[in-house]
């Protein structure tokens, strides 16, 4: 032996195999379990096995010194490291270990007999290893001509299995063929195959040999067709290569023919047609070379070839865009005055902007177009109004809803090398747009979201950046492309959700909700001439009068748009189509507040304020929403009690940090707002205050006036005005703090009937910003204390 190399030890059994499974003597009660992954060993077959784990290598040396035998059994899991008695099949071989190597490793190998199939009882034993009793399972066997036929069934059909797999041995076949024990020939043949290890599992379990030989034949009849399936697909498939084989060379035969005779190929004509469209799209000169570029490679790669379809797509998205083409702007200052009156009452701020913008134009052809963003509740024309700026404009209209939108590629398209790769929305809608200076109206950006695709709110970034878009790279392109002259107008609901960076580039103007008057002027002008076409009627069949747009408007919607408004106008008109089409109505239908009532039915909405308010310890507050401004009340009230303060109506935590703050502000001030109760009568009970509508969550700190207001009249006994609300933030010290969402609270007060409005006295400059005609009869109090705000609300 050479130095250094390393030492085999090598332990045979003193016994011959044969003789050691021959004896007689009866399997012991107990045998040790050695546990096997992805292996099922059957009885009478010779298994190698490498034993690795720790406790597996102790098992083997303990046998080793005394009868040679273990049970094999196999685990159900084969992730698991150490199989428990619950992870292991109930029934195994057990087996004679006939040789044993040591490795230099720590391992060993050892070839294990099979003898006889057993069935797990009880463990006896879990360390150092699994010790278990064991029952032998003999075979039985019923003699007879099915069973002959089942076993020569078994040995011809696995006969020609082995003809046709390259891993089976032709020596197998042999051996298959000359056992004439059917259970020893399930055993060889189950153990050869390549099987999922719960079909071998359950060949091992079956002691029936009839029902084992007649379960594996079922297997083997499936390989087989298995087996034949795959060769059948292999000679299509060689037959495909030689038919691609035989076109190719026909190609090149019929291109010489063609060559000959001076006529021009498919392809030839493909790539002149492609030329000519390059020539004609007038493309920029960083565009021109890239398609010079890909058509070469084009006119080099045969139809069939994979890369030939893909470069022709990129050519046919390159000679579409509008690289050059653009409408001229109308800038007619007056003409775009009129277009967006026509479509939209009101909404001064927004046509000052859109006017302000063609004065520049005019003025300087060369300024880049605005990004702006609107933001405000549904329903209020932030939509609508891209498309009346964009025919202001006299420029093409795109729309891009990005609500929802997780994937940065769908924002700058998917690289070239992706299967089914196309360019993103950005140059999509350019594409459709025929110019490269449309209006964009990039709808619901406040809902786009991120995931491990990346994040789209990034890639707008670029797109939205003056400074950065007249270079904006689509992925797919893989060009620089001039964004500067369109006009980008995004939408939104809310500006919380959209991050800072992309909301720092670009210019926001809210729009609030609409009042009451406004809703019936929008009404009279636009919704009910468009809800009349709509619904197939004539202004000679229906006409609405003033009293039924003001049933329909403070009856059946509470909004800040007018979305429900108009869907209830066509439902009035649809109940009037019918009656026409029924030939019930034949002069024309004056819609009246009682008949809007009879045809919309019960009312749905109710001014809640006077009823809510009756009783002391309720404030009415004004919060503000992503859907506009809404009127909130709260309640409070008190029990016997330990001074003890319960918060209820899923309010978040620094609404209940107002509502300590404000019972902390009325405790300290109780001689002011409530001497008739003397000191002691905070500790003796306990004050619940509630926020109803329970189900939706609220939260922020301009609830604080109400709170200290509704707490005041709880231990005062002076109820609340009915007319008037409040908003505001309240200090311990009971200073009043400035809110925001001014406008959208004062129209939900307004809807709601009221009459005077608390706020904050630094919030006076917020009220002026507000038009007149939107303040109705709304007067304004300003309060820097909160005692002011008592003084005014507690009647």
């Known amino acids: 032996m050479m130095e250094g190399s390393p030492v085999l030890e090598v332990v045979d059994s003193p016994l011959d195999i044969e003789e050691a499974i021959r004896t007689d003597q009866p399997l012991p009660e107990a045998l040790p379990i050695l546990p096997l992954r992805e292996t099922v060993t059957y009885p009478e077959s010779l298994t190698p096995l490498a034993v690795g784990q720790e406790r597996s290598v102790q098992l083997v040396n303990d046998v080793l010194g005394g009868n040679r035998m273990l049970v094999m059994v196999t685990s159900r899991d084969s992730e698991l490291e150490r199989p428990g008695p619950e992870d292991l099949f109930d029934v195994g071989v057990a087996g004679f270990v006939a040789r044993m190597i040591k490795i230099p490793d720590g391992s060993l190998r050892v070839l294990v007999q099979g003898m006889q199939r057993v069935r797990?009882?009880?463990?006896?034993?879990?360390?150092?290893?699994?010790?278990?009793?064991?029952?032998?399972?003999?075979?039985?066997?019923?003699?007879?001509?099915?069973?002959?036929?089942?076993?020569?069934?078994?040995q011809r059909t696995f006969a020609e299995i082995v003809e046709q797999i390259p891993y089976l041995p032709e020596e197998l076949q042999l051996a298959v063929t000359n056992i004439e024990d059917p259970s020893a020939l399930a055993h060889l043949i189950a153990g050869s195959l390549r099987i999922p290890i719960e079909e071998k599992q359950q060949l091992l379990e079956e002691v029936d040999v009839g029902a084992r030989l007649r379960r594996l034949s079922q297997i083997l009849a499936r390989e087989l067709e298995v087996v034949r399936l795959g060769t059948q697909i292999q000679s299509q498939v060689q037959s495909e290569v030689d038919k691609g084989q035989r076109e190719f060379l026909l190609r090149q035969q019929l291109k010489a023919i063609q060559e000959e005779l001076g006529e021009g190929d498919e392809q030839a004509a493909e790539v002149k047609e492609l030329q000519d469209k390059i020539e004609a799209a007038e493309l920029p000169e960083h565009a021109r070379k890239a398609a010079d570029r890909e058509l070469g490679r084009l006119a080099k790669l045969p139809p069939a070839a994979a890369e030939h379809g893909v470069i022709r797509t990129y050519l046919e998205w390159l000679v579409e865009l509008p690289w050059s083409a653009e409408t001229e702007d109308n800038l007619d200052i007056r003409h775009a005055r009129k277009v967006l009156d026509e479509d939209h009452y009101d909404l001064e701020r927004i046509k000052d902007r859109i006017l302000e913008y063609l004065a520049v134009r005019k003025l300087n052809p060369d300024s880049p177009g605005p990004i702006l963003c609107f933001v405000g509740p549904p329903g209020v024309g932030k939509t609508s109004l891209g498309r009346s700026i964009a025919r202001a404009l006299g420029r093409e209209f795109e729309r891009i809803s990005v609500g929802g939108v997780r994937d940065e590629a769908e924002i700058r398209g998917h690289r070239r090398t992706y299967i089914g790769a196309m360019p993103g929305t950005i140059i999509r809608a350019l594409r459709d747009a025929g110019t490269r200076n449309p209006v964009f109206m990039i709808d619901e950006i406040d809902k786009m979201g991120t995931d491990f695709r990346g994040d789209p709110a990034s890639a707008m970034l670029e797109v939205l950046d003056p400074a950065q878009n007249d270079s904006f790279r689509d992925h797919y392109l893989d060009l620089e492309f001039d964004l500067s002259d369109v006009v980008f107008i995004a939408t939104a609901n809310v500006l919380d959700t959209i991050p800072r960076p992309l909301l720092d580039r670009m210019e926001t103007i809210e729009l609030s909700g609409y009042t009451l008057a406004e809703k019936k002027q929008i009404a009279r002008r636009y919704l009910v001439g468009r809800q009349i076409e709509a619904n197939g009627l004539k202004p000679s069949q229906i006409e609405f009068s003033d009293a039924a747009l003001g049933t329909i408007i403070d009856e059946y919607t509470r909004e800040a748009g007018v979305r429900g408004l108009e869907r209830l106008i066509g439902t009035v008109c649809r109940k009037v189509a019918r009656d026409v089409a029924e030939g019930k109505s034949k002069g024309k239908v004056r819609v009246s507040g009682k008949k809007a009532r009879e045809l919309l039915g019960r009312r749905r909405v109710f001014a809640e304020t006077r009823r809510r308010t009756k009783a002391a310890g309720v404030a009415t507050g004004l919060a503000w929403t992503p859907t506009g401004g809404d009127v909130l009340f709260i309640e409070a009230t008190a029990m016997p009690g330990s001074g003890r303060l319960t918060i209820t109506g899923q309010l978040g935590e620094v609404m209940k940090e107002s509502a300590q703050?404000?019972?902390?502000?009325?405790?300290?001030?109780?001689?002011?707002?409530?001497?008739?109760?003397?000191?002691?009568?905070?500790?003796?009970?306990?004050?619940?205050?509630?926020?109803?509508?329970?189900?939706?969550?609220?939260?922020?700190?301009?609830?604080?006036?109400?709170?200290?207001?509704?707490?005041?009249?709880?231990?005062?006994?002076?109820?609340?005005?009915?007319?008037?609300?409040?908003?505001?933030?309240?200090?311990?010290?009971?200073?009043?703090?400035?809110?925001?969402?001014?406008k959208e609270k004062s129209l939900a007060a307004q809807r709601a009937g009221i009459k005077k409005v608390i706020v904050p006295d630094r919030n006076a400059g917020d009220v002026e910003e507000i038009p007149e005609q939107e303040l109705g009869n709304l007067e304004f109090v300003f309060v820097d204390e909160v005692s002011q705000a008592l003084d005014v609300a507690l009647s």
């Open 661 to 742: 703050a404000a019972l902390s502000w009325v405790r300290g001030h109780w001689a002011e707002v409530a001497p008739q109760l003397g000191e002691g009568w905070f500790a003796d009970h306990d004050i619940h205050v509630h926020v109803p509508a329970g189900a939706v969550p609220k939260d922020g700190p301009s609830a604080g006036v109400a709170m200290t207001v509704a707490l005041s009249s709880l231990v005062s006994g002076r109820p609340v005005r009915n007319d008037v609300a409040m908003t505001g933030e309240v200090t311990l010290t009971g200073q009043v703090l400035p809110i925001g969402g001014l």
């Open 120 to 154: 797990l009882g009880d463990f006896v034993a879990e360390e150092p290893y699994l010790v278990a009793r064991i029952e032998a399972l003999p075979d039985v066997v019923r003699e007879g001509p099915e069973l002959e036929a089942l076993a020569r069934n078994v």
